[in-house]
C-alpha cells in the first residue's frame, strides 16, 4: 500500500489545500494529513477544530477518488510522523518561487534524515495559487468575503470565530 503523508497547520483548510489533496490521492491509497501542533504558530482554530475542518472537507473526496484520507495530528519531526504513519511519500503544496527555497531546504534535511521517504511537489491551480491561511483569516477578520478561497462550511467557522 502507497502512503503518502501531507503536512501543515491547515489554519484554516483552503481551497489550495484541498486541491492539492484531490489531487495526492490520485497518487497513493491512503493519504495522511498531517495536521501539526504548531504552537508558536498560535492557531485560530483549536487542534480538534482543524481535525474536524479537514475530515468533513476530505470525506467526499475519499468517496470520489476510493482514496482513504485521514487526519493525524503530530508534533514531532516531520520525517518523523511520516515513519510514524508508515509513509513513503510527502506531499508538498507550491504556490510560488517563494516557498521552493525553503522546501528545497526543507528536502535536503529530510532526505539526510531518512533518504527512503520522497518528497513530491504539487502545484495548487492557477486560480488557487495564491491562497495562504493566513491571508484568509486577515481578509475575514476585517469582513472581506473568503468565499472564494474556502468552502462554506470553512467559511461559516471563521465568521463564527471571529465575532
Same mark, same amino acid.
Given at each position: 500500500?502507497?502512503?503518502?503523508?501531507?503536512?501543515?497547520?491547515?489554519d484554516p483548510i483552503t481551497l489550495g489545500h484541498i486541491d492539492i489533496?484531490?489531487?495526492?490521492?490520485?497518487?497513493?491509497?491512503?493519504?495522511? *494529513?498531517? &495536521?501539526?501542533?504548531? $504552537?508558536?504558530?498560535?492557531?485560530?482554530?483549536?487542534?480538534?477544530?482543524? @481535525?474536524? #475542518?479537514?475530515? !468533513?472537507?476530505?470525506?467526499?473526496?475519499?468517496?470520489?477518488?476510493?482514496?482513504?484520507?485521514?487526519?493525524?495530528?503530530?508534533?514531532?519531526?516531520?520525517i518523523d510522523c511520516a515513519r510514524d504513519v508508515g509513509a513513503q *511519500?510527502? &506531499?508538498?503544496?507550491? $504556490?510560488?518561487?517563494?516557498?521552493?527555497?525553503?522546501?528545497?531546504?526543507? @528536502?535536503? #534535511?529530510?532526505? !539526510?534524515?531518512?533518504?527512503?521517504?520522497?518528497?513530491?511537489f504539487l502545484m495548487a491551480e492557477a486560480r488557487h495559487q495564491a491562497?495562504?491561511?493566513?491571508?484568509?483569516?486577515?481578509?475575514?477578520?476585517?469582513?472581506?468575503?473568503?468565499?472564494?478561497?474556502?468552502?462554506?462550511?470553512?467559511?461559516?467557522?471563521?465568521?463564527?470565530?471571529?465575532?
Amino acid at each position: 500500500m502507497r502512503v503518502g503523508l501531507y503536512p501543515g497547520t491547515f489554519d484554516p483548510i483552503t481551497l489550495g489545500h484541498i486541491d492539492i489533496i484531490r489531487r495526492a490521492s490520485a497518487l497513493v491509497d491512503k493519504l495522511v *494529513i498531517g &495536521v501539526a501542533i504548531n $504552537r508558536d504558530k498560535g492557531p485560530l482554530f483549536t487542534l480538534e477544530e482543524r @481535525v474536524a #475542518m479537514i475530515e !468533513a472537507e476530505c470525506a467526499y473526496l475519499t468517496e470520489q477518488t476510493g482514496t482513504e484520507i485521514v487526519a493525524h495530528p503530530f508534533e514531532n519531526l516531520l520525517i518523523d510522523c511520516a515513519r510514524d504513519v508508515g509513509a513513503q *511519500i510527502i &506531499v508538498r503544496g507550491l $504556490r510560488a518561487v517563494a516557498d521552493f527555497e525553503y522546501e528545497f531546504q526543507m @528536502v535536503g #534535511m529530510n532526505r !539526510a534524515l531518512d533518504d527512503s521517504i520522497e518528497t513530491v511537489f504539487l502545484m495548487a491551480e492557477a486560480r488557487h495559487q495564491a491562497i495562504a491561511s493566513k491571508l484568509v483569516k486577515e481578509i475575514a477578520r476585517l469582513d472581506g468575503d473568503v468565499s472564494k478561497f474556502v468552502t462554506p462550511r470553512v467559511r461559516d467557522a471563521l465568521h463564527a470565530r471571529l465575532r
